[in-house]
């Protein structure tokens, strides 16, 4: 079942990503600003993406989660083709729209399928393979996706992209395993909205909060980070496919195998183990994005690029085993939810539009060198993060002492 999940949230990466892949001909075609493109690869998708989210969480703690997995992946793939018959803004917005809310169920399904079978010490290893998935399906997405866009245009992209998922769905209805939970079968016992227990649950919403605005770094700036090298580096479509690409979903991947390998081991001293490496992780990434941002050349900020993102996915298992284990057993789905919708209205929509929009007004000053300033700005919230984690690491010790030391 982890072999599924990873390989569904892999091309869960391509279909999201390719509008990414494909920015800078759609905006040529269809004429559009930068706000207007980053609502492409940014709101369009995954504000629908993050609020469904939520619903997909409270759905995941009642139903099978296989078959909810298998539903949301053939409805994402079938919009994924969609997006290359699109002939307008509007059209092409609609159909990353029903992208998202396809994916909106794959995170909280895995969290809460892992979490139902493997117990806490080796849960973040376990995410971070889940996680390792997704760049490996950033590495398609750029590769292939770059190759077919500079050969045969940005529709064909598209059309390539979407049917791997359709034979992916019958798959894991086919061989999707449903663990036992009793969580279910204590939900008929129980009064009240699963939404009600994880808003009462204190260091939950803060780490979850926390976690929300770290997110812009390695999923908002991924979608922007391919035009920067564009614009600023005077790199091709293509050159970003073969070169940018590869280089951004190897760090990726190394970092998400590496931080699951260093929470396997943090989560035998406890959740504290796993907060504090993550405020750490945060605190981090703010100069180490400074470095691809304000590279003198295009190697010095690909090299750069290749190590940032890899340090900005290091803490993700271990935030994600945090928070779990932080949940209570019959909330892990809807918490799960609620996560993904604040990652990806804050870190994907919120702070991606402002950027774009930041760019689009500082374009008069900088010229195309205007999106590396504004990508420069939303690094702060690298700082806000960290300060978040810390509090969410006082609340866990008042609250949940348990949890603190093993």
């Known amino acids: 079942m982890l072999t599924l999940l990873s390989t569904a949230y892999g091309l869960a990466y391509v279909d999201r990503l390719m509008m990414a892949v494909v920015a800078e001909p759609v905006k040529a075609e269809f004429h559009l600003s930068d706000t207007q493109l980053f609502l ?32 949301s992946l053939g409805l994402w793939s079938i919009f994924t083709i969609g997006c290359g018959f699109a002939g307008s803004f509007p059209q092409l917005a609609l159909a ?54 500079s050969e045969y245009g940005w529709r064909p992209a598209f059309l390539v992209a979407g049917p791997p998922g359709l034979l992916l769905a019958l798959l894991i209805l086919w061989k999707g395993r449903e663990p036992k939970r009793m969580a279910i079968q204590r939900l008929a016992e129980r009064r009240g909205s699963t939404f009600a227990d994880v808003w009462r649950n204190r260091p939950l919403v803060w780490l979850i909060a926390a976690g929300s605005v770290v997110t812009f770094v390695n999923v908002g700036l991924v979608n922007q980070l391919g035009s ?22 190897a760090g990726m991947a190394l970092g998400l195998i590496g931080g699951g390998w260093i929470g396997n081991r943090l989560a035998d001293k406890g959740t504290d183990a796993l907060i504090r490496f ?91 060198d205007s999106l590396r300033y504004a990508m420069m700005a939303g690094m702060v919230t690298c700082l806000l993060s960290g300060l978040m984690f810390i509090r969410a690491r006082r609340l866990v010790a008042q609250d949940r002492p348990d949890l603190m030391h093993f």
Request: charged share 10%; glycine share 12%; net charge positive.
């Open 228 to 249: 920067f090298f564009i614009r600023s580096h005077g790199m091709t479509v293509r050159e970003v496919g073969l070169i940018f690409g590869p280089l951004m979903a």
């Open 278 to 368: 993550s405020i750490w992780n945060a605190f981090s990434l703010f100069p180490l994005y400074l470095m691809i941002f304000l590279a003198p050349s295009k190697e010095l900020a690909l090299a750069a690029t290749f190590l940032g993102t890899g340090v900005s996915v290091l803490y993700s298992p271990c935030f994600s085993a945090a928070y779990q284990a932080v949940s209570a057993p019959h909330t892990r789905g809807t918490a799960a939810g609620i996560s993904n919708c604040a990652n990806a209205v804050i870190g994907g929509a919120l702070t991606t539009f402002l950027v774009g929009a930041l760019s689009d007004h500082w374009k008069p000053v900088f010229g195309a």
């Open 40 to 71: 492409l690869t940014g709101a369009a998708f995954v504000l629908i993406y993050g609020i469904l989210g939520m619903v997909s969480g409270w759905l995941l703690d009642r139903w099978n989660r296989s078959r909810l997995v298998a539903g």
């Open 96 to 149: 990353r729209a029903a992208v998202g809310a396809g994916e909106s169920a794959i995170v909280p399904a895995a969290m809460s399928l892992i979490s139902d079978s493997y117990p806490p010490r080796k849960r973040p290893l376990a995410m971070g393979i889940f996680y390792a998935g997704g760049m490996a399906g950033i590495l398609l997405a750029w590769t292939i996706g770059g190759w077919i866009t």
